[in-house]
């Protein structure tokens, strides 16, 4: 059975810094492209960012683009996103997801995404 537990997520200051991280078990992520997703209060989910399963090329949305950071590392089956320079506007539950690279999936909204951590709330204010 998949599993996806998110840590790393709290309270930090505009201008700080968190590292996510997300420990995977039951599944081969090795074939899974992995993604980070965000939803605020009242607003939708949004794809923060993901990682390939073949040549880990990466995509991140325009809002967290030379701030935030993923990587992947396979044979700890973990996934993390290095978040610097916060916003008032990062403020979310950050998910980790991941999907087989040969599916349907979209990493901007989710969709397609089949496995699902809890998640962790980020929250940046002063």
């Known amino acids: 059975q998949a599993q996806l537990v998110e840590s790393g997520g709290g309270l930090v200051e505009p201008g700080g810094s968190l590292r996510l991280s997300c420990a995977m078990s039951?599944?081969?992520?090795?074939?899974?492209?992995l993604g980070w997703f965000r939803q605020a209060p009242g607003k939708e989910r949004e794809g923060v960012s993901s990682?390939?399963?073949?040549?880990?090329?990466?995509r991140y949305a325009d809002s967290v683009k030379g701030r935030f950071t993923i990587w992947r590392d396979n044979p700890k089956k973990a996934v993390y996103l290095q978040m610097n320079n916060l916003k008032s506007e990062d403020t979310a539950v950050y998910y980790c997801?991941?999907?087989?690279?040969?599916?349907?999936?979209?990493?901007?909204?989710?969709?397609?995404?089949?496995?699902w951590g809890q998640g962790t709330q980020v929250t940046v204010s002063s």
């Open positions: 039951g599944f081969s992520v090795d074939y899974f492209v």
């Open positions: 997801a991941a999907a087989y690279y040969g599916g349907n999936y979209d990493p901007t909204t989710g969709d397609g995404f089949g496995y």
């Open positions: 990682i390939s399963a073949g040549d880990g090329s990466t």
